[in-house]
């Protein structure tokens, strides 16, 4: 073989190594499934990072990268961006976004109650009852969330309107912590293990507790379906065999959930979870334990709840015809092996 031919050969067989490198790569970008999480570190968003810690994705055969975000809403807005395939974030979004013509669905349903605390500043005693939130400044984990949106609902329950109370976002954590601390905020609607923190301290006092489902009923009027796996509609319809497996995957963990003491989920979390306070961690998720779903299905009476409630205050849902059948769907964890 003349020299010329065996330089054309071996050109011809590196760009045809270099081209399938190039595809195998472009593939396995492909297969990734990037979810947002609306705090991954919250006890209400719980099945995510334990899904990850038990091998379940992997057990599936699926590439999952969690990313955290601390507020919700900013994680709707990376998923409606195409950044990331899917949220794990509360329910509401689904309608909320649904009223702005975008078409988004709960396909694991996580929750059904928030898991949310109202706490008030043990600086302000005079707060007894959402109707002493006006003129006050509260903490929310953003504009858009669900916190908010659950904060707004409250006050005007309780006769206020809107305007006479201003939300602050504040995120989780030791924003939300140092926010109070500062006098920042009066009052603020927070999870698992920031009420825990604050309450150990004595630095806060729970105003409404949604952590279970007689405090959720007492506040909202029924059953508030709220932490869920949500991606959009044609995402969904166009990777049924993705989607299927994600349900496979977050349904065990629902039911590892339901099966084990909260000492034993909270060994499979990342210690830096704890915050310095496995003990308090351990008791936190064994008081709301009984918010997660034991099998990801939607609570029948549940997204009628959630219309009620924004309905009351929210521009994006009030007078618009939603269609609740298309906010959510039942396929994929009935169908979990």
């Given at each position: 073989?003349r020299?010329?031919?065996i ?109 949310e ?20 400044s ?20 309780a ?111 990342p ?23 034991p ?43």
């Open positions: 073989m020299a010329s031919s330089l054309r050969y071996s050109t011809a067989f590196s760009i045809a190594i270099a081209a399938a490198g190039f595809a195998a790569t472009a593939a396995n970008a492909a297969d990734k499934i990037s979810i947002m999480v609306g705090g991954y570190e919250k006890q209400i968003y719980l099945p995510a990072k334990l899904a990850e810690g038990l091998g379940y994705f992997k057990e599936q055969g699926l590439n999952v990268e969690l990313l955290n975000e601390p507020a919700g809403v900013d994680a709707e807005n990376e998923m409606l961006a195409g950044a990331v395939q899917g949220v794990v974030g509360f329910y509401d979004h689904c309608i909320d976004l649904q009223g702005k013509g975008k078409f988004v669905e709960s396909v694991v349903q996580f929750s059904q109650a928030p898991g605390v109202e706490l008030v500043s043990a600086k302000h005693p005079e707060i007894k009852s959402p109707a002493d939130f006006k003129g006050k509260l903490g929310v984990t953003g504009l858009g969330s669900s916190t908010n949106f659950l904060t707004q609902y409250l006050a005007i329950k006769g206020l309107k809107l305007g006479e109370f201003t939300s602050v976002p504040v995120g989780a954590g030791q924003t939300f912590i140092a926010a109070m601390q500062q006098d920042a905020i009066q009052a603020g609607m927070t999870t698992e293990p920031t009420v825990s923190r604050l309450l150990k301290t004595g630095e806060a006092k729970v105003l409404i507790d949604m952590r279970t489902m007689a405090g959720t009923r007492a506040a909202l009027g029924g059953t508030y379906p709220a932490a869920s796996l949500y991606m959009q509609e044609s995402w969904v319809n166009d990777h049924k065999e993705e989607v299927q497996k994600l349900a496979n995957a977050f349904v065990k963990t629902l039911h590892f959930i339901n099966t084990h003491s909260a000492a034993e989920i909270a060994d499979k979390m210690k830096d979870f704890y915050v310095g306070d496995k003990e308090g961690y351990v008791k936190a998720l064994e008081n709301g334990k009984a918010m997660f779903t099998d990801g299905v939607m609570p029948e009476d549940g997204p009628k709840t959630v219309l009620a409630v924004l309905s009351e205050f929210s521009k994006n849902v009030q007078g618009k015809a939603i269609d609740l059948s298309k906010t959510y769907t039942t396929e994929f964890v009935k169908n979990a092996k």
